[in-house]
C-alpha cells in the first residue's frame, strides 16, 4: 500500500519560513517524480514545485526565488523550503509522486500552511 506523509505545515508571520517534509512508503522513491501542489479555499489546485528523479526542478513564477523544492534519495524524503512567505501561500499543501510512465500517481493527505499576523 502507498503511502504519503506530509508534515511541517503551521502558522507563519508574513516575512517567515517553513519547511515541508514528504516521506512517501510503498514506492521505489529514486524514480518517481515527486511534486507539491497547493489549494486555496475556493480555488484550483495548482504546482508550487516539482523534482524529477534526476533532479531537475521546476517552479510556477509565483514562487519562483521564494520556494526551494528538494529530495533526498536515501532517507525517501522530499522537502519544500518556503522563504519569504505571504499571506497568499496560505493554502492547503499536497505532496505528490508521479512514475517516470505517468501511469501511477499518489496524493498524500495534505497539510495546512496559513501566513497571518
Known amino acids: 500500500q502507498v503511502q504519503l506523509v506530509e508534515s511541517g505545515g503551521g502558522l507563519v508571520q508574513p516575512g517567515g519560513s517553513l519547511r515541508l517534509s514528504c516521506a512517501p512508503s510503498?514506492?521505489?522513491?529514486?524514480?518517481?517524480?515527486m511534486g507539491w501542489y497547493r489549494q486555496a479555499p475556493g480555488k484550483q489546485r495548482e504546482l508550487v514545485a516539482d523534482?524529477?528523479?534526476?533532479?531537475?526542478?521546476n517552479y510556477p513564477d509565483s514562487v519562483k526565488g521564494r520556494f526551494t523544492i528538494s529530495r533526498d534519495n536515501v532517507k525517501n524524503t522530499v522537502y519544500l523550503q518556503m522563504n519569504s512567505l505571504k499571506p497568499e501561500d496560505t493554502a492547503v499543501y499536497y505532496c505528490?509522486?508521479?512514475?517516470?510512465?505517468?501511469?501511477?500517481?499518489?496524493w498524500g493527505q495534505g497539510t495546512q500552511v496559513t501566513v497571518s499576523s
Open positions: 505528490k509522486a508521479s512514475s517516470v510512465s505517468g501511469l501511477r500517481e499518489y
Open positions: 510503498g514506492i521505489i522513491f529514486s524514480s518517481y517524480t
Open positions: 523534482i524529477t528523479s534526476g533532479g531537475t526542478t
